[in-house]
């Protein structure tokens, strides 16, 4: 059984697109991340959401919105797509914050052209 | 504000040797500690971390680490290397809050020849 899975694994998209990547955990884990890891494998928090309300927001461009329907999922969209977007984006949950373990999912590499 | 540092970006070792890797925070609380395991094209696995308590963690794979609190430091050792421990490795931190926000560091690739 997966515990965090996300979808799609590769995207690869045009400049000015708007995408989506979708996360999912059946772990029961009340919150969940989405990370950055740029092309020198430097990894960084994005959002960050507990019980679907947002909880953590970095300086992230207002292109990137995440959304949270349930607690088992964390989306997260992107508009207008531009090339320094290109990079992985990782998914992960925890039962709460704090010292609680985060399990990762695979990843999304994500290629704008 | 916290931060991380991983002295070294590339470490390597013999099949067998010793392996260090070296990690270094500051925070302004006690901290929470990790560290993660990058395998190429997979997501990150927990190794070990310390909370609270006894400053010598156990992790998986035979890892260990220590908390030295007048160190800042938190490196993590394995006595013998083995071939498959090749990856990315990279320590973080968070502070004792409910956010759960890790600070990682810039990542260390650990290559190990047979």
């Known amino acids: 059984d997966t515990a965090v899975s996300q979808t799609p694994k590769y995207l690869v998209t045009q400049m000015g697109n708007d995408k989506s990547i979708k996360c999912e955990q059946n772990?029961?884990?009340?919150?969940m991340y989405w990370y950055k890891q740029d092309s020198k494998k430097f990894l960084k928090i994005m959002f960050s959401?507990?019980?679907?309300?947002?909880?953590i927001n970095e300086t992230v461009p207002n292109r990137f919105s995440p959304k949270s329907p349930d607690k088992a999922h964390l989306n997260l969209h992107i508009n207008s797509l531009e090339l320094g977007d290109s990079a992985v984006y990782f998914c992960?949950?925890?039962?709460?914050?704090?010292?609680?373990?985060?399990?990762f999912g695979p990843g999304t590499r994500l290629t704008v052209l | 504000a916290q931060s991380v540092t991983q002295l070294g970006s590339h470490v390597s070792v013999s099949e067998g040797a010793l392996v260090l890797l070296r990690c270094n925070y500051s925070s302004s609380v006690p901290p929470y500690l990790f560290w993660y395991v990058q395998y190429p094209n997979q997501g990150l696995q927990l190794l070990l971390k310390?909370?609270?308590?006894?400053?010598l963690v156990k992790g998986i794979n035979g890892f260990e680490a220590e908390f030295k609190k007048s160190e800042t430091s938190f490196h993590l050792t394995k006595p013998s290397a083995h071939m498959s421990d090749a990856a990315e490795y990279f320590c973080a931190v968070s502070k004792a809050s409910n956010t759960g926000k890790l600070i990682f560091g810039q990542g260390t690739t650990l290559q190990v020849k047979p």
């Open positions: 992960a949950s925890s039962q709460d914050g704090g010292g609680y373990t985060q399990y």
């Open positions: 772990l029961g884990h009340d919150t």
């Open positions: 310390y909370t609270t308590g006894a400053t």
């Open positions: 959401y507990n019980n679907k309300e947002l909880i």
